[in-house]
């Protein structure tokens, strides 16, 4: 059974005997059932009976149901209530907006609004490069997605991504003091995004693209970035990038290999894939092999869209074929960006000494991270149980203040290189180990540092 997970959190309420031995009959309960207690406290108590809410971590909604039965099974006690906490916190959505000034009298409504507000409106009339300095477009992203590839979750739609949307606002404003906004839309026509993206971006200083689906998105960010002068980025595509070439940059100071002498492969060539593989290769990695469902890439791959056609061209230079088990044989590095369960143990014993894998499909990695752990040295996952996640809160926030703070648009390699040695290089010398080849998302030095980096490499490039 998986590690229960925060992400299933329960509170159950439950009646029981006010016996000296109540509460830790609950938590046997809890124990023998698989769940992880976190908390167990008497909210009410009586001559002959306690009320308890029971907090306790599970597995999944399955799992969760099977320790509420557990609670229900105890002898005398009843469940008044089940609350799921991860639905709590979202009722009413995560995100409020608070006006930056007061509106306590006439003065302030004057100022802030009519008559006031017309003197400033004519002011940006008349130098439109004044919204930067006198509106919220300054520090403000809009988080764009049509809700055509949600998490692992897929097509799911506009409504349904929208507390993902929130929450990716949500870790602007935690992480980077970015006000950013959910804009979700009822379309997966290609030129209906494009043209209500350039509508609204008057409003915006950036666009955050997300969970728009391969290859719609790269058609989308392109046109964007012709079209607008504020910064266009696919956090799906980029933001991943520069978390995995950091991670990678650190993973490589561990084993002592270098960038410019390792063989990669590569399992998925979707958004994420593609944006990975072209950051390697302007970072100095030449030997890349790629592989799709129907495995590696080359030059002689028929039916492929311009952006595998980039791949076949750039990369696999050795011209290898076959599956991805066979092309993953004495390679250095395994990056993986693609779905659940595709390799074993064995396949990963097959590597080069001393190799990493990044098994970083999303509930479940290509492959069992306990499993590659046995033969490979460092070992990632996108997964928050796990050493080592790859997760874009590390790049996204600080990249967004940093492109903000220049006043720049232009997404350029170097930006992104500079972001992703910013977080490699929040992971002092004596913190580096095989365990801990990235910063912790919590950690308040890394936003400001790769914002910096951004910064400066965009000014520099500007």
Same mark, same amino acid.
Request: hydrophobic share 45%; with cysteine; aromatic share 4%.
């Given at each position: ?25 609950? @938590? ?36 969760? &149901? =099977?320790?509420?039965? $557990? ?11 089940? =609350? ?8 009413? +959505? ?24 017309? /003197? ?95 290859? /719609? ?29 950091? @991670?990678?940059?650190?993973? #490589? /100071? ?6 410019? +002498?390792?063989?990669?492969?590569? =399992? ?6 593609? @944006?990975?593989?072209? #950051? ?25 869209? &311009? ?65 590659? /752990? ?5 070992? $990632? ?28 648009? &232009? ?10 040695? @910013? ?40």
């Amino acid at each position: 059974m998986a590690a229960p997970s925060p992400g299933y959190a329960i509170t159950v309420r439950v009646e029981a005997p006010s016996s000296s031995t109540a509460t830790s009959g609950l @938590a046997a309960a809890v124990s023998a059932a698989g769940g992880a207690l976190t908390a167990l406290d008497v909210v009410e108590s009586h001559a002959d009976r306690l009320v308890v809410d029971v907090t306790c971590d599970a597995v999944d909604a399955d799992h969760a &149901e =099977s320790i509420t039965k $557990a609670l229900a099974d105890v002898s005398e006690v009843s469940v008044r209530k089940v =609350s799921d906490r991860t639905f709590l916190i979202h009722l009413g +959505g995560k995100l409020e907006v608070n006006p930056k000034v007061p509106l306590k009298h006439r003065d302030d409504l004057s100022r802030a609004y009519t008559p006031g507000v017309a /003197r400033v409106c004519l002011a940006i009339a008349e130098n439109p490069e004044d919204a930067r300095r006198l509106t919220v477009k300054r520090n403000t992203v809009a988080v764009v997605t049509d809700g055509s590839a949600v998490l692992g979750l897929g097509n799911i739609g506009p409504a349904a991504a929208l507390p993902v949307m929130e929450g990716k606002a949500a870790l602007f404003k935690q992480f980077a003091g970015v006000d950013a906004w959910p804009v979700c839309l009822d379309t997966q026509d290609t030129d209906e995004i494009v043209s209500i993206v350039k509508a609204l971006a008057p409003v915006y200083g950036g666009i955050n693209l997300e969970d728009i689906a391969a290859p /719609r998105c790269f058609e989308i960010e392109a046109r964007l970035r012709e079209l607008l002068d504020i910064p266009v980025f696919h956090d799906d595509q980029h933001g991943t990038a520069i978390v995995v070439l950091a @991670a990678l940059t650190n993973a #490589l /100071r561990v084993v002592g290999k270098t960038l410019d +002498g390792i063989k990669v492969v590569v =399992s998925g060539v979707g958004a994420a894939g593609h @944006a990975i593989i072209r #950051l390697l290769h302007a970072q100095g990695v030449t030997d890349i092999v790629a592989c799709d469902r129907r495995g590696a890439v080359h030059p002689n791959g028929e039916g492929r869209d &311009e952006f595998r056609r980039w791949i076949a061209e750039n990369t696999n230079p050795r011209g290898v074929t076959g599956s991805l088990t066979s092309v993953l044989a004495g390679a250095d590095v395994f990056i993986g960006v693609s779905g659940p369960n595709l390799l074993t143990g064995d396949a990963i014993a097959t590597m080069a000494p001393d190799a990493i894998v990044f098994a970083l499909a999303n509930p479940d990695p290509e492959v069992d991270p306990i499993a590659a /752990r046995e033969h490979a040295a460092v070992v $990632a996952t996108g997964r928050s149980d796990f050493p080592n996640q790859i997760n874009n809160v590390l790049a996204f926030p600080g990249f967004f203040r940093g492109m903000l703070d220049a006043g720049a648009h &232009e997404i350029s390699d170097a930006v992104m290189l500079a972001g992703a040695g @910013a977080i490699a290089d929040s992971v002092r010398p004596e913190q580096l180990n095989a365990s801990y080849i990235v910063p912790s998302v919590f950690d308040p030095e890394v936003a400001p540092a790769v914002a910096a980096a951004v910064k400066h490499a965009a000014q520099a490039t500007a």
